[in-house]
């Protein structure tokens, strides 16, 4: 069974402080994904990690992906308030063929305070 | 707008009850999904539906019932709602041997 593990599960940082949130996950799988939820809102897709090695830059936030340790890592760079959300890591469970669906970690409830 | 809409967006409703979300896409992708996130934000895969054919349907009580008229539309249908199904209710879809979830923007079910 796959499983996702994330850790923190809770991070309260002050600002302009550098972090990481990583991601393990149990079983072989080509595609990683990190999305940020708000409070009250929808899933925002913030990266796409598809190869060993793959690393993706978005303003303060870098991902990065190992295959062989099985693990990714969200780095958040002089964090700022308005980073302030839920990280969700999700791995990707294939059914046969193409066919696959999320398998999300537990979320990483990040509070930035000034 | 091309994206992946739910109605409703809330829903109260007694224990006992039968309710429906709907949910559309307009992204031409083949495969629709339903996730459950609980009150503690876990999110996690119930039903997935490739080309309106069900594909996953991960140990969710026979009172849950997805129905599929066509490959841009999946509904779930929820009978004799119990307190335990109060959580948010995302459809999502996406497109086979490609890559990216759209998420819709979610619904908040309630049970009284």
């Known amino acids: 069974e796959l499983k996702v593990e994330q850790n923190p599960l809770f991070l309260s940082m002050q600002e302009g402080k550098n972090y990481t949130i990583y991601c393990n996950y149990s079983?072989?799988?080509?595609?990683l994904y990190w999305y940020r939820q708000d409070p009250g809102k929808s899933l925002e897709s913030l990266f796409v990690?598809?190869?060993?090695?793959a690393v993706k830059q978005e303003g303060r936030l870098m991902a990065s992906l190992d295959t062989k340790a099985r693990l990714s890592t969200l780095h958040i760079t002089a964090a700022v308030h308005d980073l302030s959300a839920t990280y969700f890591c999700a791995v990707d469970k294939k059914y046969g063929g193409s066919q696959g669906n999320l398998i999300f970690g537990k979320g990483t409830k990040l509070s930035v305070k000034p | 707008d091309t994206a992946v809409s739910q109605t409703p967006k809330y829903l109260v409703t007694q224990m006992g009850n039968d309710k429906s979300i709907k949910c559309e896409q307009n992204?031409?992708?083949?495969?629709m999904y339903w996730y459950k996130q609980d009150s503690k934000k876990f999110l996690k895969i119930m039903f997935s539906y490739n080309n309106k054919e069900l594909i996953i349907n991960e140990t969710v009580p026979n009172r849950f019932s997805p129905k599929s008229p066509d490959k841009a539309h999946l509904n779930l249908h929820i009978n004799s709602l119990e307190l335990g199904d109060s959580a948010v209710y995302f459809c999502a879809s996406s497109q086979v041997a490609a890559y990216g979830y759209t998420f819709g923007s979610g619904t908040r079910l309630t049970v009284v």
């Open positions: 990690l598809l190869s060993n090695g």
């Open positions: 992204l031409g992708h083949d495969t």
């Open positions: 079983t072989t799988s080509d595609r």
